[in-house]
């Protein structure tokens, strides 16, 4: 029991900066997530008043993609927040169900998310480990089906993100696939033009069934994002819409000047691409990869995922 009202009931993932436990809250009567970050995170008063800060900064963050911040708690053993627990699954598992996706079905997936990026980026945030495995593809109580972006939990206030650049524990935390070339160089904390970047891995991967750099060892993978260019996605789809290759390429240069300089304004192409086609219910792409099979099946338990390739070094 936490805080008097929150009652745990079992670990759900757990990762390199924290832990997620599904719980209930006693007063309001609801299922909860809460995330209790790990010690590291924590362990000198500066870091625990930075962890608390900004927590409650993106307690502020209300919008209809963003799964909300119920509570943030300063717990005498460990600060911890407190989230709603979302059904459904993450686009992750859409992927590895449908394998991949048209890019007009990508678009329309990933444009709610993004939209919620350009949110947070225009509140003076970054979100920093923007991944499939961080969209949820959530069930509204009428049965359709929302998606929401998650984790903000390495998340950095701009302000102290530009403060920051020089503390290589934060410049180094987040998903190695998704990481922007200047971040896996230790040269920058990472800002929005780094989001972007990620953005520009997820949709890549949605179309070509595989991100645009891929290796099995660590020292290898960031050496080719930090040296290489990414791969033409028209190389590996050669059909692909040329609108959705055109901002997938722009969100992968290497130079972050030559990147979209914020998330809405890739939203607004996306967007302009959508307007483009016929209109199209975002349960479509679901409906046709299989998922929806998921989502009405075994799948309805499950929320946030911190994947395993998260990690501090």
């Known amino acids: 029991m936490l805080a008097g009202r929150y009652q745990l009931d079992a670990l759900h993932a757990s990762g390199a900066s924290s832990e997620l436990y599904r719980g209930y809250d006693l007063r309001e009567r609801r299922p909860i ?15 625990r008043r930075s962890f608390l800060d900004e927590a409650r900064m993106l307690q502020q963050l209300e919008h209809r993609s963003i799964v909300r911040v119920l509570d943030v708690v300063d717990d005498e053993h460990a600060p911890f927040i407190v989230t709603e ?8 598992d859409a992927l590895s169900t449908a394998q ?13 998310a993004v939209e919620a990026l350009a949110f947070a980026h225009a509140s003076g945030f970054v979100h920093r ?6 969209v949820f593809l959530c069930v509204r109580t009428d049965g359709s089906v929302e998606a929401r972006l998650l984790d ?21 935390t987040g998903s190695p696939t998704y990481m922007a070339p200047e971040r896996v160089r230790f040269e920058s904390h990472g800002d929005a033009r780094a989001d972007v970047w990620s953005v520009g891995v997820t949709m890549f991967e949605l179309v070509a069934g595989h991100a645009p750099f891929e290796e099995r060892s660590l020292a290898k993978l960031f050496a080719r994002i930090g040296q290489d260019d990414a791969p033409a996605i028209e190389s590996i789809e050669p059909g692909v819409d040329r609108g959705y290759a055109m901002m997938v390429r722009r969100c992968l240069r290497r130079a ?13 192409d996306i967007q302009r691409m959508l307007a483009s086609h016929p209109p199209r219910a975002f349960l479509m792409p679901v409906q046709r990869s299989g998922v929806q099979d ?5 799948c309805l338990g499950a929320t946030h995922s911190i994947a395993d390739e998260d990690f501090e070094f």
């Not at 790990?38 to 008063?45: F, I, K």
């Not at 480990?129 to 961080?134: Q, R």
Request: glycine share 4%.
């Open 256 to 268: 972050p000047e030559a990147r979209y300089q914020s998330a809405g304004e890739l939203a607004e």
């Open 100 to 112: 991949k996706f048209s890019a007009l079905d990508a678009a329309t997936l990933i444009a709610p």
């Open 152 to 172: 903000f939990g390495i998340a950095r206030a701009i302000t102290n993100t530009a403060r920051a650049a020089h503390d290589r524990e934060f410049v180094a």
């Open 294 to 298: 998921k989502l009405e099946g075994d």
């Open 33 to 47: 997530a809460v995330k209790i970050p790990r010690a590291s995170r924590v362990d000198t008063p500066e870091r």
């Open 85 to 92: 627990w979302l059904k459904g699954v993450t686009l992750a």
């Open 129 to 134: 480990d923007f991944k499939p495995a961080n």
